[in-house]
T-cell receptor
Framework: DTEVTQTPKHLVMGMTNKKSLKCEQH?????MYWYKQKAKKPPELMFV???????INESVPSRFSPECPNSSLLNLHLHALQPEDSALYLC????????????FGSGTRLTVV | KNEVEQSPQNLTAQEGEFITINCSYS?????LHWLQQHPGGGIVSLFM???GKKKHGRLIATINIQEKHSSLHITASHPRDSAVYIC??????????FGTGTSLTVIP
């Protein structure tokens, strides 16, 4: 299995909702990443987990809360989002934070209404 | 100034043409990635390079470490190659920098 699987593919949520994005990989990768991508812009790094520990938080608002329950799974919990948070959320993984085997998921298209 | 610069930003080609996309970077790197993203979709990693040249099907990627420059070539382009191609570099501190992408349209 050489894929990063993200669910759901599309999500519409209200500003008072709580939802979660899920990312899963079974390649034995020990680094996992969350990116946010707005239309026609490159991805922006949000969080990096290395060996299930949060190693980088790029000053992301607390309404985004990452969680890494085990080495194969990465969640992004969403609460009280704003319409400007609407974007494509991409998950990626690599063998380590050195970047070997970097693999992206197909993303979750999030719309906040 | 962006750490990673790509050119051109937009490119339209006729089917069958040879295409080149360029990437220049200003940081010391451990690896350079060429990525492909179809409209509305996720990102696929095409190549990871730290030196020399790699080929996969009709795609060729080269890197010149001394000149801090990489190129992605597509031979015999096809409409299904239409996508955004992104150059991304991992610096020696394991930070990932993305270029702004090149939007390629191949016309039948």
């Amino acid at each position: 299995d050489t894929e990063v699987t993200q669910t759901p593919k599309h999500l519409v949520m209200g500003m008072t909702n709580k939802k979660s994005l899920k990312c899963e990989q079974h390649m034995g990768h020990r680094a996992m990443y969350w990116y946010k991508q707005k239309a026609k812009k490159p991805p922006e790094l949000m969080f990096v987990y290395s060996y299930e520990k949060l190693s980088i938080n790029e000053s992301v608002p607390s309404r985004f809360s990452p969680e890494c329950p085990n080495s194969s799974l990465l969640n992004l919990h969403l609460h009280a989002l704003q319409p400007e948070d609407s974007a494509l959320y991409l998950c990626a993984s690599s063998q380590s934070t050195g970047g070997l085997g970097y693999t992206f998921g197909s993303g979750t298209r999030l719309t906040v209404v | 100034k962006n750490e990673v610069e790509q050119s051109p930003q937009n490119l339209t080609a006729q089917e069958g043409e040879f295409i080149t996309i360029n990437c220049s970077y200003s940081v010391g790197i451990s690896a350079l990635h060429w990525l492909q993203q179809h409209p509305g979709g996720g990102i696929v990693s095409l190549f990871m390079l730290s030196s020399g040249k790699k080929k996969h099907g009709r795609l060729i990627a080269t890197i010149n470490i001394q000149e801090k420059h990489s190129s992605l070539h597509i031979t015999a382009s096809h409409p299904r190659d239409s996508a955004v191609y992104i150059c991304a570099v991992m610096n020696t501190g394991n930070q990932f920098y993305f270029g702004t992408g090149t939007s390629l349209t191949v016309i039948p």
